[in-house]
Every structure is written in structure tokens, then in C-alpha cells.
């Protein structure tokens, strides 16, 4: 059978193949004094709250299982602008706001509807891999661009000047970022959208992870710094809605039609239940179990970066969001004579019942020489993986 070009340009996602690899292990030691500690995907072990699981469970009971419109529920496009005003300050109206069948589904309808065949995206070296893929899948290239712990793993406005060429369209930007946590310094990102704006470029924000920002200084989104820009957002990390496959996109209105009828065509809607369900999510009740669950993340941040820096796996850049270490293992690779992240993964999976991430997912610019710890686990399991990695430090 003949393989469309396309498909066969997206390369696998590592993650997942690792996580496979744990997932058979884990099977062989259930039993054992030291069962698997997965430490290795980007999902919250808190799961959807009481009030969230309470309106799914009306909208079947009531038959509120039939299409929504292509754009989402109104009182949800309502609720979520709504959000931005409480959370944020921001005055995003409704009519600007697409519900989608996930951030994933966001991104690929964003990709869609601006991106043509031949045209390039610049994106940071490393970011998540599947951001480059909906590029790829529209036909165009993901151009990565090597990043620093000086410039927070981010694009800088420079690096976007210099490699801006003639068929650059324009951005993909993610803040906070998987998998380094870091998000993009404000006065930054401003400098960035003006080089986009002037060479009449697009900017995609992915900002799923805005809800888990720790820190004032970056916890804003770029909504406030330009209405052009296409946000990206979704009800899996903060809203802890992973499964339920939602999120949303807010774009310049003349955008939404363009949007619409994509979706129509591709999706029909997000699941409605879901829907129904994720409008609790912004009860009273729900956004202060968030705001509990959010702090609880931060304290597994605070506790477990320097552990890891004190068994020799240092992180660069404190991430200030998102549940994630971006660690160098650099030096463990050379006492333990290992080529990289990818083989170093592996090892820690058998010797320490530790599931982790290698860099190789993430770009080229040096990610062999960084592994993704995912601090989405309880403070017991981190304790306990740390233990196991000091007992097998090199």
C-alpha cells in the first residue's frame, strides 16, 4: 500500500514508545518491593472534580448528547471569556473563542487555516514535538531553532529576525513550555510579536499550560500584548480534563468563520458532554479545588528540582510552570559510558523502576543530553524516585 508523503514525515512519538516500554515492565515488577514510578507523561494524577463529573453525569441523564454548534456550546464560549476577565483581566469576547476536541484539535485547525504548502514556522529547539507535526501535516515546516538556558529555552525577537525568510509565515511560540516548564519574559514576547507584525507574519501561542504559572512575572497571556494573536488553550492541564478531549482557540474575529467551517468538515463539534461538563469547571467550587491543586504542583516543583540537582541532575532554568524538570544528564551519561538521554532512559527504567522522558522527542539542539522528569505525580511518588535515583547515581 502507498503511504501518503505526509504521514510518513511525522516521525513517532517517543513519548508514547517509552511509555510503552515502561508499560511492560511495570507489568513484571507489579508485584515486586519496587513498582514502576512513571515520572514519564505530562498528565495530572488529579482527575476532573466532584462538580465537573456531577454535570456529565446530567447531560446524559437529560439527553444533552446530540452536536453542538461547530464553534461550541454558547454558555461555554461565555463561561471561558469570562475566565480570561476573572483569571487574567482581559476583555476576550466570546465571538473570538472556538471550543475544539482538544488543544490538539486547536492546533491542527490553526495550522489549517493559515498555513500553506512551502510556507516555514519558526518554533524553539526544543519544543513538543507534535507542535511541528500539525505544521508538517498542513504542508509546511517546522523551523527549529536552537535555544539556551539564557534565553529560557525560548525564542528570542533576534533569533526570530535572523531567521525570518521568504517563505517564513511565522510563529509558534508555547508559554509555558513542554518540556522545559519556562515561559516566554513578557517585554520578550512583545519584541517577538512586533518582528511578526511587521514582516505581516501569524503568531500561534500554545497556552495550555497559563493556568499552572507560578510566578506573576510570566503567568499572563499574550492575548494582553496583541488581539492578533491565535491562543491555544485547553481543558486537560489545569481544568485536569485529560481524557475528555477539549480546549479552545481564541482569534481575531474575522478568523473565526475560516475556523468554523474547517471544523464543521473535520470535527462536526467537541464531545458534548464534555462540554457540558467542563461549564462546571468554572464554579466557584471548581476554581478554588484548582487553585488547590495548583499550589500542591508548585510544592512538587519546589520539593523536587533540588533533589534532583543534588543526585548530579541539574536543571538550568527553574521552570516557573507546567509540571515539569528539564534536567541535564550530561554528566551521568559520561560516568555511566552512555551515548545520551535516550539510552540513559532506559537504564533508569531497568535499574530503577523509574519511567522518564529522553530529550530525543524535543529537537536536535543538544536534547541528548537533557531528560523531561514530569512532576504531574504525587509528592510519595517523587520522594520515592528520588531515593531510587541517589541509590543508582553514578
Known sequence: MRIARRAERIEPFYVMEVAKAAAR??????????????????????????????????????GATQYTHAVGLEPLRAAISGWYRQRFGLDVPARRIVVTAGASAALQLACLALIEAGDEVLMPDPSYPCNRHFVSAAEGTAVLVPTTAADRFQLSAAQVETHWGPRTRGVLLASPSNPTGTSIDPQELRRILDVVRARGGIAITDEIYLGLSHDDRYGQSALALDDQVISINSFSKYFNMTGWRLGWM?????LVPVVER???????????????????CFEPDSIAEYERRRAAFKERRDWFIPALESVGLPVPVMPDGAFYAWADCSAWCDRLGLPGSWELAFEIMDKAHVAVTPGRDFGTADTHRFIRFSTASSLEH???????LRAMAP
Open 25 to 62: 515492565l511495570a507489568r513484571d515488577v507489579a508485584r515486586s518491593d519496587r513498582p514502576m514510578v512513571f515520572l514519564n507523561i505530562g498528565e495530572p494524577d488529579f482527575t476532573a472534580p466532584p462538580l465537573v463529573r456531577e454535570a456529565a453525569e446530567r447531560a446524559v441523564r437529560g
Open 382 to 388: 517523587l520522594h520515592e524516585a528520588v531515593r531510587r
Open 250 to 254: 481564541v482569534m481575531p474575529e474575522e
Open 262 to 280: 474547517l471544523a464543521q468538515n473535520l470535527f462536526i463539534c467537541a464531545s458534548t458532554v464534555a462540554q457540558h461538563a467542563a461549564l462546571a
